[in-house]
């Protein structure tokens, strides 16, 4: 069975007291194992709900689709990585950490999906992804691109996964240090 990938990654600033980390930890670790389609399909709604109004402050982000089977398959053992290994510039927390001082952090939010090649999702989500090269990193974009994710039949999916970096709270969170380290390079500035 010929796969395609689909992956969405945003980078937003973790604001004070706010708790869009934990949500976005908790949605993807409330996930039962085993899920069925329409949990997986409910669990992704919510991450989606969640990142819509942070499309406006988003400082980065990706997008990938791609058809070819070889790519689909290594990009999303790349992509899983990313949930399974230590990720990140740093091994520790931000050291002196002053939220209230002016010092951002910032945290993503992933989801890659292995789609089944000719599949009405899979079709829609190569339609949604064909976006000309000088709007591939607009904000636009993003929102036009996380808007299909909610249409997604998982009935369609060989595999997925959604994971939020850093997963743990004050003082850990992506710096912009961090994010200029090469790790990262990947992420495009959102225009």
């Known amino acids: 069975m010929l796969r395609s990938i689909f992956a969405f990654e945003l980078c937003m600033p973790l604001l004070p007291g706010s708790p869009l980390r934990a949500q976005l930890r908790d949605t993807i670790a409330s996930a039962p194992a085993g899920a069925s389609y329409q949990q997986k399909w409910a669990m992704y709604r919510r991450l989606t709900d969640l990142l819509w109004p942070q499309l406006g402050v988003a400082v980065r982000g990706c997008w990938d689709f791609f058809e070819d089977d070889d790519r689909a398959r290594s990009d999303f053992e790349m992509w899983t990585r ?80 959604a994971y939020v970096l850093p997963g743990t709270e004050d003082s850990w969170g992506l710096t912009q240090e961090d994010l200029a380290h090469d790790k990262f390079e990947y992420l495009r500035t959102i225009e």
């Open 82 to 161: 990313g949930m399974t290994t230590r990720e990140g510039a740093r091994r520790g927390p931000v050291a002196d950490y002053a939220p209230y001082r002016g010092q951002e952090l910032f945290a993503t939010c992933t989801m890659a999906f292995q789609l089944i090649q000719g599949t009405s999702t899979e079709r829609a989500m190569a339609a949604r992804c064909e976006i000309r090269q000088d709007l591939l990193w607009k904000r636009d974009t993003f929102a036009h691109i996380l808007e299909g994710v909610p249409s997604i039949n998982f009935a369609s999916v060989i595999g997925d996964v």
